[in-house]
Antibody, heavy 120, light 106 residues
């Protein structure tokens, strides 16, 4: 049974950094593209970044490029999102999601999300 | 950026009836579209991909259609567990989501 679980969210001040983690189980993690998506009441669902199976193909949304870094550790079945220079508008629930084996189209499994609140 | 626009924002339908939800892309996306269901406090759940293919385990009452810029999600006979928010998502050029349609009990 596929399971994704995010952690690392919390309450932080503007300008600070945070690292989100996502641990996967129930499937061969190294076989899949993985992504981070966030959700806010105002902007809805927003794709942030994805990483391919060997970690060499990485893409970011314009809204976060230069401030976030996605990475993976297949030995630990884990996906990460390092977020720097956080702003109030980064307040959201952050989800990790699974993509396909040879490409990323839809997101077939999602974690339960971790809430990040950026406020002074 | 490809903008996805869903309509209506809220749809009120009685259990057992049919629900039809719409999604429009700001430019053609072929059939590169997915639909998700989200219930309060839960993550989105994939229902449909490639515009019309049901994801594993999704009941046959869910169907998707359309291509190009116009897409439809139809739920043929609403069950109590179907009342939720539905999102479309394009993957023709990066990934963007619609703002959602809330399906509520009439």
């Amino acid at each position: 049974q596929v399971h994704l679980m995010e952690s690392g969210g919390g309450f932080i001040k503007p300008g600070e950094s945070l690292r989100l983690s996502c641990i996967a189980s129930g499937f061969t993690f190294s076989d899949h593209y993985m992504a981070w998506i966030r959700q806010t009441p105002g902007k809805g669902l927003e794709w942030l970044s994805y990483i391919n199976t060997n970690g060499r193909s990485i893409y970011y949304a314009d809204s976060v490029r230069g401030r976030v870094t996605i990475s993976r550790d297949d030995a630990k079945n884990s996906l990460y999102l390092q977020m720097n220079s956080l702003r109030a508008e980064d307040t959201a629930v952050y989800y990790c999601a699974r993509g396909g084996k040879s490409s990323l189209k839809d997101f077939d499994y999602w974690g339960q999300g971790t809430l990040v609140t950026v406020s002074s | 950026e490809i903008v996805m626009t869903q309509s209506p924002g809220t749809l009120s339908v009685s259990p057992g009836e049919r629900a039809t939800l719409s999604c429009r892309a700001s430019q053609t996306i072929s059939s590169n579209l997915a639909w998700y269901q989200q219930k309060p406090g839960q993550a989105p759940r994939l229902l449909i991909y490639d515009a019309s293919t049901r994801a594993p385990g999704i009941p046959a009452r869910f169907s998707g259609s359309g291509s190009g810029t116009g897409f439809t999600l139809t739920i043929s006979s609403l069950q109590s567990e179907d009342f939720a928010v539905y999102y479309c998502q394009q993957y023709d050029y990066y990934y963007t989501f619609g703002q959602g349609t809330k399906l509520q009990v009439k």
